[in-house]
């Protein structure tokens, strides 16, 4: 397709589990990103790629997060032994290049809930 | 880190009427983009602008980056513009979000 694409659109998992979250990015961008939006709030960063590698994954909150992009385009966001407090919308964007000199697209997100 | 604050944070508007928001950050920045969060949730991106001032039909912006503020203008609204306002900075490797402005437009 031609946007950004993240599946599952919704997901709800048992406090303790584990969930896997997808992104297919627009295809010929490298850069991804990883956002979280609480209620109300503006997107949180979480990782960032440039190609396979994770520039800066500095807004993965704890250990509990990963994310990995092992050939370059779709990403998947990891979450180990999920608590309530994970409850949010994940969102993924890509970008030709970097946000420093391209613009930002996103999905329409994940809607994690934790119960 | 930097901080990216929006005004103003809520805003009511009757269809057809213009308005103005702003973003302030507290430092220097590399570029800035202003995205439209409708209701569905959905984020578009609206205006690249790391500087200087950009149109698109009814939208415009302007970025003053020695300033540090940027502003958003929507003129003749309309019902569809309803939703949330975000400015983002980029710092580097990621973008800070702004808190937003969540704007109504009401017929």
């Known amino acids: 397709g031609a946007g950004v694409s993240q599946t599952p659109s919704n997901k709800v998992t048992e406090k303790g589990k584990y969930v896997e979250l997808r992104c297919d990015p627009i295809?010929?961008?490298?850069?991804l990103y990883w956002y979280r939006q609480s209620l109300g709030q503006g997107p949180e960063f979480l990782i960032y790629?440039?190609?396979?590698?994770?520039?800066?994954d500095s807004g993965l909150p704890n250990d509990r997060f990963f994310a990995v992009r092992p050939e370059g385009s779709v990403s998947t966001l990891k979450i180990q032994r999920t608590e309530r407090g994970d409850s949010a919308v994940y969102l993924c964007?890509?970008?030709?290049?970097?946000?420093?000199?391209?613009?930002?697209?996103f999905g329409n997100g994940t809607r994690l809930t934790v119960t | 880190g930097i901080q990216v604050e929006q005004s103003p944070p809520d805003l009511i508007l009757q269809e057809g009427a213009n308005s103005t928001l702003r973003c302030n950050f507290s430092?220097?920045?590399?570029?800035l983009q202003w995205f439209h969060q409708n209701p569905w949730g959905q984020l578009i991106n609206l205006f690249y602008?790391?500087?200087g001032t950009k149109q698109n039909g009814r939208l415009s912006a302007t970025t003053v980056a020695t300033e540090r503020y940027s502003l958003l203008y929507i003129s003749s609204s309309q019902t569809t513009d309803s939703g949330v306002y975000f400015c983002?900075?980029?710092?580097?490797?990621?973008?800070?979000f702004g808190t937003g402005t969540s704007l109504t437009v009401i017929p």
């Open positions: 983002a900075v980029d710092t580097g490797n990621q973008f800070y």
């Open positions: 964007a890509s970008s030709l290049f970097s946000s420093y000199n391209s613009p930002l697209h």
């Open positions: 602008i790391p500087s």
């Open positions: 295809s010929g961008h490298t850069a």
């Open positions: 790629f440039q190609g396979t590698g994770a520039a800066d």
């Open positions: 430092d220097s920045v590399n570029n």
